[in-house]
């Protein structure tokens, strides 16, 4: 599918080519340093700071006419925001774009790593709103910069530690911090804590960009992410326990629909090239309609 | 400056850097992975690789050393020409350019602060043969293990052993080439 | 539902649309022309310039047509449009003592060399709404009287004759440019100038304001406040010297403040420089309080804890880009974090409520 035909008003991609030059040596030193924030000098967008200029520039950096998009954000491909995104490159880039994960060679995604496992030809680029893992402990740059220098992530397990003191469990549900390589402590974006385990040892490549905050930082392939935890309460990935009520799939990321002011309500995948492809496949959950003779 | 010095660049800039630099994404986020560039003709004794290398992801910004033989007249002017890169000694460098033997010794380059490891340089490395055999190669973007004809172990051990400060190499042979950033362990056979 | 529905691509159309229709408004009245909005919306058009860092009066009236009035969307649209732009050369710092002033004013001395301008300024007049306006009418010109080509030194430049203010020397340096490299902090003077020029009105006027009512106080008089034009010179390459390419208006506003000094080191007045495109005199002097202010540390003064005091927490939220951005954009769906949240109490809840009953 092709949204609209190119602009041949801007640059290809829209940046220009010192621009586009800066942000990719940006994100050869992220690949270099995994987990590290590289600071970058983020331009100003056609859309707004916090509406995923980060991945915009991060994307605009990377695609070539060949690729073909895909822009899901909380991991629908109709969200008005990945419309508007997906649309920006289809006239500025001219790029085919697509909704289906396994065809994609490049996905920018805003909450969400889809369900379909990503292959070596792909890489991933997350919209990030506040890179720094440790800023809702320390406000100040300067500090949050001196203890990854240090290596002093104590903090954040006081902050773990005072959760399960308090609630019996850690009471963080998305933006889970995670442990790159060993070395730096890393905001995943905020994914829900389902996808977590989806960041490690991941065949593609895994780009994160943060406009506003100009932070690039990046997972080469096969990188070890391990999400923040105790022995005594280890990391689990957590969903609604429920299955999808559109294609029945048991192990995916849901969302609570509210269908009616009476407590009715269906859970369906967020991930919804998942649920139409399994759909399409003749998967059926709760709410389905029945399989008719022709198309659904 | 004679007429080689203003061909051998892009034709069509944006679409071929775009395309280059997805290789050498590729190249740096699988060490050992040997990719193709294509697009540019710079002068002798630079390779294509080298060449393309430098027009993706060097400018008027990016202070860059040029080493060894890579260091003669008609280079400079054709990175004077093209790309606009202010020409440095090797520690101001944030690209050098050069052989192995040329860039000797390496720990002359910038391997970045504490707090900010990116600030280090990146090496050019032009090689005679570019290979999948040699020492072994670890780490991420490998998913077990690869192998890459590197010029030898014990500076990329170094290298290593300063994580996550140190430099990071692209090697080129002809149209041809390999990223080992800083991250990743290097063995002997 | 406003996602995931399909039809989000008419959608977006459809709001595009109707935007289009409700900025046009009546269309029986008549339409604004682009150069009314830059000739009878001028101290507007100078906010969009400022805070858009680009001087473009024309453009700065498209953005302000474009945005329905909404000036910060003006800005938006103005350094949007300012990133696609090539960067050809830079210009000789301006030389604000050759400014020719359209007002000029000193607090500080009650007369002085090139004289009080009180220039077009809202000052005197008595703020009572001018029903004259309403209706539509011509405008007697005002009196004139033949300039002097006489110089207009800078005050600060009288004081310093006597030593009694800290020198400022020029330096030669290269500044750090905001808008070609990430934010590093701590930031010197020149970074932090660049962003609080291009700051909020509304945030950099607050920050000031604190410092007068004792958050972080630096006894601030104005000791010059200047608005005029100035000449932009580049250097041209192939000529080998400086050609003026054109003028712009500038306020530039001089703070003396509170002395140091000891017993031994005599005591001298310190400063505060502020300096903004366009006739924008709140912010010129709002940011030479605001600059005197986070000098705290290199004129040994003590860090009380006070917000404009504090290089990071001005820097970091003086851009109204930026801000408005990442606050509007919580409208955006957060729906799966949400979920995430709401399983979370969910279970919390059941773990609460279940050892309460184990307990009774």
Known sequence: MNDATPEPAYNFAYLDEQTKRMIRRAILKGIAVPGYQVPFASREMPMPYGWGTGGVQVTAACLVPEDRLKVIDQGADDTTNAVSIRRFFARTAGVATTTRTADATLIQTRHRIPETPLHAGQILVYQVPIPEPLRFLEPRETETRKMHELEEYGLMHVKLYEDIARHGQIATSYAYPVKVSGRYVMDPSPIPKFDNPKLSDSPAIQLFGAGREQRIYALPPYTKVVSLDFDDHPFTASKAAHVCDLCGARASYLDEVITDDLGGRMFVCSDTDFCTDRQAHGKRGRLSAPISGGAA | MNTHTLSGGFADAPIQSAQAFRAILDAMARPGKIMALHGAAPPAPLSMAAGVALLTLTDATTPLHLAGAADCAPVRDWVAFHIGARLVKAGDAAFALGTWAALQPVTRFATGLPDYPDRSATLIVEMDRLTNHGPTLTGPGIETATWLSLPETAAFRANRALFPMGFDCLFTCGSRIAGLPRSTKVEAL | ?360
């Open chain 3, 1 to 360: 539902m406003y996602v995931a529905v399909k039809g989000g691509e008419r959608a977006i159309d459809n709001a595009h649309a109707w935007l289009a229709e409700e900025r046009r408004g009546d269309p029986s009245v008549p339409e604004l022309s682009v150069a009314q909005i830059r000739e009878q919306m001028r101290l507007a058009v100078n906010r969009v310039m400022a805070e858009g860092s680009l001087f473009d009066p024309d453009l700065a009236a498209l953005a302000i047509k474009q945005s329905r009035g909404d000036l910060i969307e003006a800005v938006f649209l103005l350094r949007a449009y300012r990133t696609t732009l090539p960067r050809l050369a830079s210009s000789h710092p301006v030389d604000t003592g050759a400014m020719a002033v359209d007002r000029r004013i000193s607090a500080t001395f009650k007369d002085l060399p090139g004289g009080q301008v009180l220039g077009p300024t809202f000052d005197y007049t008595h703020r009572l709404l001018d029903f004259k306006l309403a209706a539509e009418g011509t405008v007697p010109p005002a009196p004139q009287t033949a300039t002097t080509a006489a110089p207009v030194p800078h005050v600060m430049d009288i004081l310093n004759r006597d030593g009694l203010i800290e020198a400022a020397t020029p330096d030669n340096t290269l500044p750090p440019d905001l808008t070609r490299e990430p934010m590093e902090l701590p930031a010197a003077r020149a970074l932090r100038l660049q962003a609080i020029t291009r700051g909020d009105e509304g945030f950099i006027l607050s920050m000031a304001y604190s410092t007068q009512r004792g958050y972080g106080r630096t006894h601030a008089f104005v000791g010059e406040l200047r608005i005029g034009h100035v000449a932009v010179e580049v250097d041209i390459p192939e000529l080998g010297f400086a050609v003026e390419i054109g003028e712009i208006e500038l306020s530039e506003c001089e703070t003396v403040n509170q002395f140091s000094g000891s017993r031994t080191q005599p005591a001298q007045f310190t400063r505060g420089y502020g300096l903004v495109f366009g006739q924008s005199e709140r912010k010129a002097i709002a940011m030479s309080l605001v600059d005197r202010a986070l000098r705290w540390q290199e004129l040994g003064e003590d860090f009380t804890g006070a917000p404009a005091q504090d290089e990071e927490f001005v820097l970091m939220h003086a851009d109204n880009v930026q801000a408005t951005g990442f606050l509007e954009h919580i409208k955006l769906p957060h729906y799966v974090d949400f979920q995430a949240e709401l399983e979370l109490v969910r279970r919390l809840r059941a773990d609460a409520i279940a050892l309460q009953e184990a307990a009774e």
